[in-house]
């Protein structure tokens, strides 16, 4: 199997606990349909110049290096970006490579088009999504994007019964967004069928003074004051 070759702007090693259960390797795809405007990997948007291209098979022959630990911890690889779910033939391609042994995780932002989304659900173990905030507004003037599409992967994720393997990740982002949106935003959630959650706080280090002209240094989670 040979495939398509992807853009990757990084490959990270030895993870625990961050991305997906047990030892995991993030595989970082280039290219991404939003624009927030305190992207935490600007890398991914843009031209991309410069990153290593891989076809499925090279993704596998760098990743199996960790087999060992995938298998002893239940770990396995997490494909985030970037947008992983731009590239659905390519993570199906790969978990042909590597079985059923492996996790595969991806960290999404479900903003795609729901076939993408159904060809995903048969071979990912867990879905990280980043939801942003649930209200449309909101959601729009932080990405540049309507959250249509978002709702209804949600909705399909929840008719193929997959729910409870997915982790929701909450963002409080100042300047955008509330204590009251964010409460909002989970009681949508818990309606639909989600429970698991993830909240934290955008900690925006540099004087962005509104350009979005962020860079990964500038942006951090910061989970202390979020439970
Ligand atoms: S979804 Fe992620 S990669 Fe895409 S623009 Fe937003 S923060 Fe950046």
């Not at 992983?84 to 995780?105: E, M, S, V």
């Not at 173990?125 to 992967?153: C, E």
């Not at 993830?198 to 439970?227: C, P, V, W």
Request: charged content about 20%; overall charge negative; hydrophobic content about 35%.
């Amino acid at each position: 199997m040979n495939g398509q070759k992807v853009k990757m702007i990084g490959i990270i090693r030895h993870r625990l606990s961050t991305d997906g259960d047990g030892v995991t390797t993030l595989a970082a795809f280039h290219g991404c349909p939003l624009r927030c405007r305190h992207c935490l990997n600007p890398q991914s948007l843009g031209g991309g110049d410069g990153f290593r291209e891989y076809t499925p098979d090279e993704l596998y022959a760098e990743t199996s290096i960790d087999n060992l630990y995938f298998l002893a911890t239940h770990g396995g690889v997490t494909f985030g970006g970037g947008e992983p779910c731009l590239y659905p033939k390519f993570i199906c391609d790969f978990r042909k490579l590597c079985g059923p042994a492996w996790r595969i995780n991806i960290e999404t932002s479900l903003n795609v088009p729901g076939e993408w989304v159904k060809t995903l659900i048969p071979v990912v173990d867990t879905f990280i999504i980043d939801i942003k905030d649930m209200n449309p507004g909101i959601y729009q003037s932080y990405t540049g994007q309507a959250n249509d599409l978002v709702a209804a992967n949600l909705r399909l994720i929840v008719g193929a019964g997959r729910q409870g393997d997915c982790i929701v990740r909450i963002p409080l982002i100042p300047g955008y967004n509330n204590d009251a949106d964010r409460a909002a935003s989970r009681s949508a959630l818990e309606e639909l069928g989600f429970s698991r959650f993830d909240l934290f706080t955008y900690k925006i280090k540099s004087n962005d003074h509104g350009t979005g002209k962020t860079n990964m240094q500038d942006t951090e989670r910061d989970s202390s004051a979020d439970s």
